[in-house]
């Protein structure tokens, strides 16, 4: 994210102080005498690096919110937590360096493949993934459907650069690793830790622009950590991982699926586009829960009878979309979501249309998932 003052330092300048200030915590926060590892073999953990603010940098100590996000390698990232060798043996993995809007399907499924490649190995008992916040919920539902695994795989973020004062990066990262190297973590689905909580990639979603506690789930977190300590109060609802009919490693690619943002003024053009496209399905992103102004039931009816599948979400962040409720959906045979928001109903749908095209399948399935 360039800096919203304007003028910037050079790449270079941001990212050598951002390399100054991580080997200093580096070298202040050698792990403690007392804090000696412990005896018994480690879990084997991989920390793989995507990119975001938590490898961002900012031009000084007070950007907390303008600074470049992707610029500090993940092997420098995990420079600056030391304290992730008490817990586990742990290596960095390069796989972009990117701003998490930048998360096309592509990126998506390769992010997936390799994850896949390396649960598979003996010598790997976890997966950390670093990443951008803004699409951060739709990896982690992506992963939570399709791996087929039940070792712990945690995506982390931070919504401050590490060179700005109350950076949350280190912190998130350490309980990134904890709860990956965990065995209370193996068999929940794909998770997210960020701010002393953990949440189920399903659930969580990217609540405000900076605060560090940006992060919610409709229904809580499954539960905290702190001190070093995983603590679960809650279990996953629904299928995720090896209990699901999606493989990651037998995904080629994800059919064409997009979201229209509706408001009062809506016009036809964002619909018209996406047929024009060739998409296989548009997300209704409505308002209220999930209604269509009088204009766009027609449109969304030209949709349908093209072939292209109209599903019904909610752009009000939460709750669940009701059937035949604000539409009559049997009749126009348009799908309706559970409580997966706009963005969410797009990786779903993307990922069933792999499976069937059967409208009352699909719908079964939205309600499974
Ligand atoms: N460009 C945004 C991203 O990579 C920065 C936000 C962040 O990582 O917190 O998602």
């Not at 690096?49 to 420098?76: E, L, R, W």
Request: glycine share 8%; charged share 20%.
């Amino acid at each position: 994210m360039r800096s919203a003052l304007g003028h910037w330092n050079t790449g270079l300048g941001v990212y050598l102080a951002a390399c100054l200030a991580f080997a200093a915590h580096a070298q202040e926060a050698k792990p403690s005498a007392e804090a000696k590892p412990s005896a018994e073999a480690k879990p084997n953990i991989v920390i793989i690096g995507t990119g975001g603010t938590i490898a961002g940098a900012g031009a000084s100590s007070v950007n907390t919110a303008a600074y470049q996000a992707a610029v500090v390698p993940v092997d420098k990232v995990i420079a600056a937590v030391p304290e992730v060798k008490n817990i586990a043996n742990v290596r960095g993995e390069q796989i972009f360096q990117i701003g998490s809007e930048s998360f096309n399907n592509q990126r998506l499924l390769q992010l997936g493949k390799r994850v896949s490649e390396l649960l598979k190995q003996k010598d790997v008992d976890g997966v950390v993934i670093t990443h951008g916040t803004d699409t951060l919920e739709e990896t982690a539902y992506f992963l939570n459907l399709t791996l087929k695994s039940t070792k712990p795989v945690v995506v982390v973020g931070s919504m401050r650069p590490g060179t700005a004062l109350g950076a949350d990066g280190a912190l998130n990262l350490y309980a990134a690793v904890v709860v990956a190297a965990s065995k209370e973590a193996v068999g929940k689905g794909t998770l997210v830790v960020l701010n002393d909580e953990i949440h189920t990639g399903r659930d969580v979603t990217k609540t405000n622009t900076f605060k560090t506690e940006t992060f919610r789930s409709p229904y809580g977190p499954l539960g905290y950590i702190v001190e070093g300590r995983v603590l679960l109060y809650r279990l996953p609802a629904r299928p995720h991982t090896v209990q699901t009919e999606f493989d990651i490693d037998q995904i080629k690619a994800l059919p064409e699926v997009h979201v229209a943002y509706a408001y009062g003024d809506m016009s036809r053009t964002a619909y018209d586009g996406f047929v024009k496209a060739g998409v296989k399905a548009i997300i209704h992103a409505g308002t209220g829960n999930g209604s269509v102004s009088e204009f766009i039931v027609p449109v969304l009816k030209e949709v349908r009878s093209k072939g292209i599948h109209v599903v019904r979400a909610s752009r009000t962040g939460s709750g669940v979309v009701i059937r035949n409720g604000e539409q009559p959906d049997d009749k126009y045979d348009w799908l309706v979501v559970d409580d997966q928001n706009p963005q969410k109903a797009r990786i779903l749908m993307a990922l069933l249309l792999t499976r069937t095209n059967d409208s009352k399948e699909l719908q079964k399935l939205f309600w499974k998932y």
